[in-house]
Nanobody, 121 residues
């Protein structure tokens, strides 16, 4: 069974940066995406990286600030987050989909346990 482990969360001041990593037991032929969920809010899809280099940024507020990258050789998918704001505070999750390309994923089958990101002065 595929296992995903997120790391890199923490407390950062507004305007700061964090780099989240998602380590997979095996990435294989699956698209990997980052999601987040703030208290009292629905889970949001942030960005996705397909196996062949395709990627999407699905969250408008992340465009220009968050960058997803994927290293298939190391079975990792990272999310570089810059210019963080208090509204970015959430638990961040990575998930593996049931397809190779982001635009072909019908369901997200595997999830990590999440990593907390808190943006506060």
């Amino acid at each position: 069974q595929l296992q995903l482990v997120e790391s890199g969360g923490g407390l950062v001041q507004p305007g700061g940066s964090l780099r989240l990593s998602c380590a997979a037991s095996e990435v294989g032929a699956r698209a990997i995406a980052w999601f987040r969920q703030a208290p009292g809010k629905e889970r949001e899809k942030i960005s996705c990286a397909g196996i062949s280099g395709d990627s999407t940024v699905n969250l408008d507020s992340a465009k220009g600030r968050f960058t997803i990258s994927r290293d298939n050789a190391k079975n990792t998918v990272s999310l570089q987050m810059d210019a963080l704001q208090p509204e970015d505070t959430a638990v961040y999750y990575c998930a593996a989909g049931n397809a190779r390309a982001c635009n072909r994923v019908g369901s997200w089958n595997y999830w990590g346990q999440g990593t907390q990101v808190t943006v506060s002065s």
